[in-house]
């Protein structure tokens, strides 16, 4: 079978074909690091994440890039009302985003391109934009002119003339009387006193969010891309605007298939601060929920279907953890696997993930796989010695061997010490290698401080970290 997903460009499901046989360039919208990162996030990144776990796992090399966005009215206006700056925002939320992230056994990004690190190729952009005549300079900003994009409303499939009619007797604001029609957007904004700017051909300033995002996946993986991925709220006006300004540049499409996770509910609501239900990543871990708890709720539901966050299905999925748990928690000797009922269940295991990433089926499979270890599981602690004879047999091996491979692929990790309400005590032996990879790919980008911070954090948590030769790092618990 092959992989089918569901692209809202074409709003079908398609079989995936990748450009290049055999690699996959993904592009993910990343976080605009004004705040600590909330259960939206949580559950869009861990999306993301076991899509690029299945596509390694399937034989493709993966090339994966998120970004940050640290130029923002939102980061400034946080700035401003801590008296700080914002560089120091930016830092401080990205140090906690990659922690964050740590923690759930996301795995860190190949590239994860700044805003601030990539005016150059911004600034490239919109003058391109600019000798087509698809982007004009007003007032010191200057704005893509949306009806030199024929295309315009496909991926969100709205309809420029029927807005402007629906527009149509609106009071204008300054803004907008400088534009030459009501959606054109923003490219580079020029300098307002007492905010950070850059320099330009227009004059001071800083970009547009949407030029961004365009002008980092063509810096990082060209014009034309695999899988372009962010959450439900980015299709308009976000990426709409980033296809039109990509597209007006190159003359080529921007990305063949377009995945877009749904949004998440609290009680039936939708999360948001003024209804005082919005939730962090941090404040629910520190509260006691395990992290493999979390990611084993959010892979309950399709990805792109809302999602629901009560306690009830949140002690439900600590029920149905602490079960696969302690099944994951068995001494595995990885035998070679056979055909049977492993061979079967792997089957199973792909026919689910390639029906556009059906994790609550893939999940299915792997509990019916833990079902008798986890009865081993019991019988060991209870002390019986021929429960240990079992678990030594080739089939209950080659069904822990596998149980932990699929794990693996939706990036759940046994959690040593997890008490009886599936809650955990330490950070799992996945989330420390998480860690040790963003410490990695911080080095190798001479990001030293955030290495340091990494190494510094996880001693706080009694993690030992030991750099050998060759990049290799080993760890112990102290």
């Known amino acids: 079978m092959t992989l089918k997903l569901t692209n809202t460009l074409t709003r079908r499901v398609e079989e995936f074909q990748p450009i290049e046989p055999g690699k996959v360039s993904i ?9 600590l990162c909330h259960l939206g996030h949580a559950r869009s990144y861990i999306a993301w994440d076991v899509l690029r776990r299945y596509l390694r796992w399937s034989g493709y090399a993966v090339t994966f890039v998120q970004n940050y966005t640290d130029i923002d009215d939102k980061i400034l206006n946080r700035a401003a009302e801590e008296g700080s700056s914002m560089e120091a925002v930016s830092e401080r939320n990205i140090e906690a985003f990659v922690a964050d992230m740590a923690r759930l ?17 911004i600034r490239a952009l919109i003058s391109e934009l600019e000798a087509k005549g698809a982007a004009y300079f007003a007032d010191g900003d200057v704005y893509f002119a949306v009806m030199k994009h024929a295309g315009y409303g496909k991926l969100s499939g709205r309809d420029l003339e029927q807005q402007q009619d629906n527009a149509a007797g609106r009071v204008a604001s300054e803004e907008e009387a400088r534009k030459q029609h009501p959606f054109d957007f923003a490219l580079w904004k020029g300098a307002k006193p007492g905010e950070p700017s850059f320099p330009s051909p227009w004059g001071q300033g800083r970009p547009g969010w949407h030029i961004e995002c365009s002008a980092m996946v063509r810096e990082e993986l060209g014009d034309t891309i695999d899988i372009h991925l962010g959450g439900a709220d980015l299709v308009f006006p976000h990426h709409e605007n980033e296809i039109a300004q990509s597209e007006a540049a190159t003359g080529k499409e921007l990305a063949h298939y377009w995945l877009h996770n749904g949004m998440v509910n609290v009680g039936g609501q939708k999360m948001s601060k003024s209804l005082g239900n919005f939730t962090t990543i941090r404040a629910l871990l520190d509260s006691g929920v395990s992290p493999m708890t979390l990611r084993l709720f959010t892979l309950q539901a399709h990805y792109r279907k809302p999602l629901d966050f009560t306690a009830e299905a949140l002690e439900a999925a600590a029920t149905g953890w602490k079960g696969l748990n302690a099944a994951l928690g068995l001494t ?44 081993l599981a019991n019988r060991l602690e209870r002390g019986d010695d021929s429960a240990r004879l079992e678990l030594k047999q080739p089939e209950s091996q080659q069904q822990l061997a596998l149980l932990q491979e699929l794990s693996a692929v939706l990036g759940l990790v046994h959690e040593e010490q997890a008490p009886a309400d599936g809650f955990s005590g330490g950070l ?17 980008s001479r990001d030293f401080a ?29």
């Open 27 to 35: 592009y993910c919208c990343g976080v605009t690091v004004y705040d």
């Open 105 to 121: 056994n996301i795995l860190p990004p190949d590239r994860m391109p700044r805003a601030t690190r990539s005016l150059d190729a």
């Open 332 to 375: 595995s000797s990885t035998p070679e696997l056979r055909l049977g009922l492993a061979g079967d269940a792997r089957e199973r295991f792909a026919a689910a993930m390639d029906d556009d990433l059906n994790t609550s089926a893939a999940l299915a499979v792997l509990f019916e796989l833990a079902k008798p270890l986890r009865a």
């Open 428 to 444: 799992s032996d996945g989330a420390i290698q998480a860690q040790i990879e963003a410490r990695q790919a911080a080095k190798v």
């Open 450 to 478: 955030s290495a340091d911070r990494i190494r510094d954090e996880l001693k706080a948590q009694g993690i030992e970290l030991i750099d050998k030769p060759g990049g290799v790092t080993d760890w112990i618990r102290s």
